[in-house]
């Protein structure tokens, strides 16, 4: 596990303390502060010994830590909840790291592959619009999804509510046509609200199980059962 994360002020604020535009507000405010010098670029460098302060607040360095989980049904993927279950909570107590979240929602039934960390410029990374990381998912649809349906999605649909969806690549893997059942694979490289479940919805057809399969080149190892989850290696996502 590589225990040093990239040292621009940027990276360095965003393990565990703000996200991304934040800190961006605050060199403009001009109230960060590295050994008693105002920072003014997002560039400017920080050592893991520097003194930053924001608005007079020390801050402390800390490690950037990486967890795949493999998500199980049930379980919310927010940081906090009252009364229900959220995946901070699977983690043991001595890896719930200040500032660790999910990379990305997934619904509370969906289940597989998420990656938690607190490094804040990597989930920026790969969540940003942009960067289109893939993500592939595994789904059972109550309904025959067929060429028709592969087409539909492969020209960008538009939502009832007017999403634009980019392209995405979807094959079926089986299909029952008596019992009226499909099971497929799709990739998308967004991360729209309820995206697969609105887009099969849109066709007439239900998702009745969804799991992520994989995102970038993250795969989940064959033998993490639901539930469980490891530390990796920053390198091993990139
Ligand atoms: N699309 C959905 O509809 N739900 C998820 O959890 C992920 C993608």
Redesign the pocket.
């Known amino acids: 596990m590589s225990s040093l994360c990239g040292l621009s002020i940027v990276n360095y604020l965003t393990i565990c303390y703000y996200n991304h535009k934040k800190v961006h507000q605050l060199i403009k405010k001009r109230i960060i502060v590295v050994n008693g010098r105002t920072v003014r670029t997002p560039k400017e460098k920080v050592a893991e010994t520097d003194e930053v302060t924001i608005n007079g607040g020390k801050t402390a360095y800390q490690k950037c830590h990486y967890f795949l989980m493999n998500k199980p049904k049930g379980v919310l993927s927010t940081t906090e909840n009252r009364s229900q279950r959220t995946v901070i909570s699977l983690l043991d107590p001595q890896d719930r790291y200040q500032g660790i979240v999910p990379v990305g929602?997934?619904?509370k039934d969906?289940t597989d592959l998420l990656l938690l960390t607190n490094d804040g410029q990597l989930n920026h990374e790969l969540l940003a619009p942009n960067k289109h990381v893939a993500k592939i998912?595994h789904a059972k649809i109550a309904g025959v999804a067929d060429s028709n349906t592969v087409k539909t999605f492969a020209t960008g649909m538009t939502l009832g509510d007017g999403t634009k969806l980019k392209t995405v690549t979807f094959n079926v893997l089986k299909q029952d046509v008596e019992n009226g059942s499909s099971e497929i694979e799709i990739e998308?490289s967004e991360?729209k609200y309820?995206?697969?479940?609105?887009m099969f919805s849109a066709v007439g057809m239900e998702?009745v199980e969804?799991e992520?399969v994989s995102m970038g080149k993250l795969r989940l190892p064959d033998d993490l059962k639901r539930g469980e989850y490891v530390e990796i290696d920053v390198d091993e996502i990139k």
């Open positions: 929602r997934l619904d969906t998912y998308i991360g309820h995206q697969i479940k609105r998702v969804l992520r």
